[in-house]
Antibody
Framework: EVQLLESGGGLVQPGGSLRLSCAASGFTFSTYAMSWVRQPPGKGLECVAD????????YYADSVKGRFTIFRDNSKNTLYLQLNSLRAEDTALYYC????????????WGQGTLVTVSS | SYELTQPPSVSVSPGQTATITCSGD??????ASWYQQRPGQSPVLVIY???KRPSGIPERFSGSNSGNTATLIISGTQTMDEADYYCQAWDSRPADVVFGGGTTLTVL
């Protein structure tokens, strides 16, 4: 059974940093691209970062480019998202999602971890 | 940037057919997917590559995509289908994954 378990969320002040983790199990982690998708309270979904299976290629939404970094440790079956220079508008539930083999959709999602940016 | 437009809400009576649309420029040239998100839960993939159903998704869920519109159809809608539904399109790069704004389906 595919499982994605996010952690690392919390309350942080504007300008602060946070690192999110996503522990994957139930599949061969190193063969799948992965994504972070966020959802502000009461709002829709936004894919903020994606990383290839090897970790060699990354993509970012314009809204987070230069502030967030996605990376992975395939030896630990773990995906990460480093959040720097946080803003109030980054407040959201952050989901880890597995990309389908062809990359066209997200076939499994975690339960999410909440990031709140507030003074 | 590419945009997908969904109606904010759709209402349907139990047992009837619910139709949720998703519009975007030449959307029919791209693959469309649909996700169901029940209150307080994570999104679940219900349709991918326009019309395919993942294992475990009931046959009452179907999809189509042509021209500028992708459509999610739920036949014989049940109260358990009450949820937010998001369409998603894939463009040239993974980071160009785009979600629609979501549609709240009410079954009453």
């Amino acid at each position: 059974e595919v499982q994605l378990l996010e952690s690392g969320g919390g309350l942080v002040q504007p300008g602060g940093s946070l690192r999110l983790s996503c522990a994957a199990s139930g599949f061969t982690f190193s063969t799948y691209a992965m994504s972070w998708v966020r959802q502000p309270p009461g709002k829709g979904l936004e894919c903020v970062a994606d990383i290839s299976a090897s970790g060699g290629t990354t993509y970012y939404a314009d809204s987070v480019k230069g502030r967030f970094t996605i990376f992975r440790d395939n030896s630990k079956n773990t995906l990460y998202l480093q959040l720097n220079s946080l803003r109030a508008e980054d407040t959201a539930l952050y989901y880890c999602a597995r990309d389908s083999p062809d990359g066209y959709h997200k076939d499994y999602w975690g339960q999410g971890t909440l990031v709140t940016v507030s003074s | 940037s590419y945009e997908l437009t969904q109606p904010p809400s759709v209402s349907v009576s139990p047992g009837q057919t619910a139709t949720i649309t998703c519009s975007g420029d030449k959307l029919g040239d791209k693959y469309a997917s649909w996700y169901q998100q029940r209150p307080g839960q994570s999104p679940v993939l219900v349709i991918y590559e326009d019309y395919k159903r993942p294992s475990g998704i009931p046959e009452r869920f179907s999809g189509s995509n042509s021209g500028n519109t992708a459509t999610l159809i739920i036949s014989g809608t049940q109260t358990m289908d009450e949820a937010d539904y998001y369409c998603q399109a894939w463009d040239s790069r993974p980071a160009d994954v785009v979600f629609g704004g979501g549609t709240t389906l009410t079954v009453l």
